[in-house]
């Protein structure tokens, strides 16, 4: 499904960052149109590992758009972020933008790195995609952030 969703734009990898943690399914006449999960990260921030609650392979089928499902998805998943996590983070679609953000969800303004095996790398592309959503710490969102190490795409 999610193949689709994405037209093919979608990695191995990509699926394999979705596993681990709690998926939200949405059906409609019996007939799955959308998926998100929440798996656990740990973003480094102000000196700290911040428990993070990270939002992967949110999609709903073309044909299933624009009826509330990604709202109902995203409903559930910031209810265990929320419940679980000292914040929520996600890389958005430019697509998806306005949707997270309308939710509450907020842009970092800082500089995005990752710790790599080589060490800690800038990564300048995924700076305008970090959306962030505050649970329990309050982030500087104007200072860098960094994320752990994975395979395929790193935030
Ligand atoms: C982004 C996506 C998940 C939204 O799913 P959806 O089920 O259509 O979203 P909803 O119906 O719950 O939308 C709720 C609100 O979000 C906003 N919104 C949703 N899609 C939007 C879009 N493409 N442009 C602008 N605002 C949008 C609107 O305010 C909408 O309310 P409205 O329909 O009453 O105006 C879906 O378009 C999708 O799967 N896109 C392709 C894959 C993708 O980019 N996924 C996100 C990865 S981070």
């Known amino acids: 499904m999610l193949v689709e969703v994405f037209e093919g734009d979608i990695e191995e990898s990509d699926w394999e960052h979705a596993l681990g943690g709690i998926h939200a ?30 939002v992967e392979a949110v999609g709903v089928r073309a044909h299933a758009r624009r009826r509330g499902h990604a709202g109902a998805l995203m409903d559930a998943i910031e209810r265990v972020i929320r419940g679980a996590y000292e914040l929520g983070a ?3 679609s430019d697509m998806a933008l306005p949707f997270y953000r309308t939710r509450g969800w907020l ?8 710790l790599t095996p080589q060490g800690i790398e800038r990564t300048p592309d995924d700076d305008d995609a970090l ?19 994975r395979d395929g795409a790193v935030w």
């Open 25 to 54: 399914l949405a059906y409609e006449d019996g007939e799955l149109v959308g998926h998100a999960s929440v798996v656990q990260r740990r973003l480094i921030h102000d000196g700290r590992a911040l428990r993070t609650g990270y």
């Open 90 to 92: 996600l890389g958005a």
């Open 107 to 114: 842009p970092w303004e800082g500089e995005t790195y990752a």
């Open 131 to 149: 959306l962030v959503l505050e649970v329990t710490t309050e982030l500087d969102r104007a200072a860098f952030i960094t994320c752990d190490w």
